[in-house]
Nanobody, 126 residues
Framework: LQLVESGGGLVQPGESLRLSCVTS????????VGWFRQAPGQDPEGLACISGSGRNTVYADSVKARFTISRDNAQKTALLQMNSLNPEDTAVYYC????????????????????WGQGTQVTVSS
C-alpha cells in the first residue's frame, strides 16, 4: 500500500490550498484516512480523519473551522481542503491510511500503521 501526497506549496496568509492523497490500493473504500502535520521541532499533530465510507469525520479543534477532509473512493483519493491559512499552519503534511474497521476514525498517529505518504511541505508566509 502506497500513498502519494501532492498539493503543498508556498501561500500567503489567508489563502487556501488543497492537498491530495492518492493510492492504487484495490480496497481503498475500506481504508480509514488521516491527515497529519509536523512542524520542525514539534510532535506530529493529527488534523483530520475520514472513515472508509466517508460518513464519519473527525477534526482537531485547531483546524475544525478551516479544514475539510473528503474522499472519492472511485478515484482512490483523499483530499484536505485548507482555508484561511496562517503562518502557524506551516509544516510538512502527511496522509496516512489503515484498515481500522467500519466507521472508526482517530487522530492518533500510532493507530495508522499500514501506510504513510512521503509528506508535502506547506509554507504560509507573507
Amino acid at each position: 500500500l502506497q500513498l502519494v501526497e501532492s498539493g503543498g506549496g508556498l501561500v500567503q496568509p489567508g489563502e487556501s490550498l488543497r492537498l491530495s492523497c492518492v493510492t492504487s490500493e484495490f480496497n481503498f473504500q475500506f481504508l480509514t484516512v488521516g491527515w497529519f502535520r509536523q512542524a520542525p521541532g514539534q510532535d506530529p499533530e493529527g488534523l483530520a480523519c475520514i472513515s472508509g465510507s466517508g460518513r464519519n469525520t473527525v477534526y482537531a479543534d485547531s483546524v475544525k473551522a478551516r479544514f475539510t477532509i473528503s474522499r472519492d473512493n472511485a478515484q482512490k483519493t483523499a483530499l484536505l481542503q485548507m482555508n484561511s491559512l496562517n503562518p502557524e499552519d506551516t509544516a510538512v503534511y502527511y496522509c496516512a491510511a489503515d484498515f481500522l474497521g467500519g466507521e472508526t476514525c482517530t487522530l492518533s498517529a500510532t493507530s495508522f500503521k499500514r501506510a504513510w505518504g512521503q509528506g508535502t511541505q506547506v509554507t504560509v508566509s507573507s
